[in-house]
T-cell receptor, first 114, second 114 residues
């Protein structure tokens, strides 16, 4: 049981380039989400999904796209990278619903945009 | 709007002493509260949660947290700190209108000195 996996671990992009951050989970969780972590700001929700084919915006969605074609995968796309997107990105998953299910986090992707 | 506050950016404790990391929250309805720990260059690890029931919640690695409804607090505690407890700690509350979204505090850096 690998849990939540993310690739790549590190990435350097030039301004304007695009890329996809990969996230996969093997726990059959309906809910998946992407956060970015910046110093002194905690984690901020970018996009989330409560099941295959369903996605929605979080607190800071601009400049990012997501899709959820399968339960297991939830890729995050940067459309045209900007220096403000330099951050550490975390994917997380949990069971969905109104109960207090805890989220499981991946190891993160450290992205630098120059 | 729901929110979480961690009033201390850093907490310093001597090894063997008790530690407290503070968290206060603001929610409408019943709160679902969580504590996570992040070691350097790692993802977040779930420590414990409060959903309902006993106000004292026990979690991983000897940590516990006390839910206080009148003070809207959910402080993390440990009777005897270890140097290996040094890490970044996040308090989070579930967004009541969502199927799993978490709202995080900005984090508290715990430093335990020998």
């Amino acid at each position: 049981n690998a849990g939540v996996t993310q690739t790549p671990k590190f990435q350097v992009l030039k301004t304007g380039q695009s890329m996809t951050l990969q996230c996969a989970q093997d726990m059959n969780h309906e809910y998946m989400s992407w956060y970015r972590q910046d110093p002194g700001m905690g984690l901020r929700l970018i996009h989330y999904s409560v099941g295959a084919g369903i996605t929605d915006q979080g607190e800071v969605p601009n400049g990012y796209n997501v899709s959820r074609s399968t339960t297991e995968d939830f890729p995050l796309r940067l459309l045209s990278a900007a220096p403000s997107q330099t951050s550490v990105y975390f994917c997380a998953s949990s069971y969905a619903g109104t109960s207090g299910y805890e989220q499981y986090f991946g190891p993160g992707t450290r992205l630098t945009v120059t | 709007a729901q929110s979480v506050a961690q009033p201390e950016d850093q907490v310093n404790v001597a090894e063997g002493n008790p530690l407290t990391v503070k968290c206060t929250y603001s929610v409408s309805g019943n709160p679902y509260l969580f504590w996570y720990v992040q070691y350097p260059n790692r993802g977040l690890q779930f420590l414990l949660k409060y959903i309902t029931g006993d106000n004292l919640v026990k979690g991983s690695y000897g940590f516990e947290a006390e839910f206080n409804k009148s003070q809207t607090s959910f402080h993390l505690k440990k009777p005897s700190a270890l140097v290996s407890d040094s890490a970044l700690y996040f308090c989070a509350v579930r967004d009541g209108g969502s199927q799993g979204n978490l709202i995080f505090g900005k984090g508290t850096k715990l430093s335990v000195k020998p």
